[in-house]
Nanobody
Framework: QVQLVESGGGLVQAGGSLRLSCAAS????????MAWFRQAPGKEREFVAT????????HYADSVKGRFTISRDNAKNTMYLQMNSLKPEDTALYYC?????????????????WGQGTQVTVSS
């Protein structure tokens, strides 16, 4: 069991940067693959990025590749999403998700645990 809390969302101008954090409870954080998803109004929940348990492997949606970086600090039970060169189309509610099996996934239903989300708004 793990509880997740996102933070770091806000309003930023296009081209700017923002860093999201996902704080996890418990002492088993390193057993979970982690991911970020986002959902904009009127759209389906969309995969953003995922990171394996060790943090050695990452995967990104094509729409954010080269601009976003996912990372984790298992000693601090925290996952991060560094977002650079933000675009208006990045505007969405961003969710942190965790799963113990498989090692990673880009499919929302594979994740057992979710945070409440943090809003990111990018203005032009």
């Amino acid at each position: 069991q793990v509880q997740l809390v996102e933070s770091g969302g806000g309003l930023v101008q296009a081209g700017g940067s923002l860093r999201l954090s996902c704080a996890a409870s418990g002492r088993t954080f390193s057993t979970y693959a982690m991911a970020w998803f986002r959902q904009a109004p009127g759209k389906e929940r969309e995969f953003v990025a995922t990171i394996t348990r060790s943090g050695r492997s990452t995967h990104y949606a094509d729409s954010v590749k080269g601009r976003f970086t996912i990372s984790r600090d298992n000693a601090k039970n925290t996952m991060y999403l560094q977002m650079n060169s933000l675009k208006p189309e990045d505007t969405a509610l961003y969710y942190c998700a965790a799963d113990q099996s498989p090692d990673w996934s880009d499919y929302p239903l594979d994740y057992d645990y979710w945070g409440q989300g943090t809003q990111v708004t990018v203005s032009s």
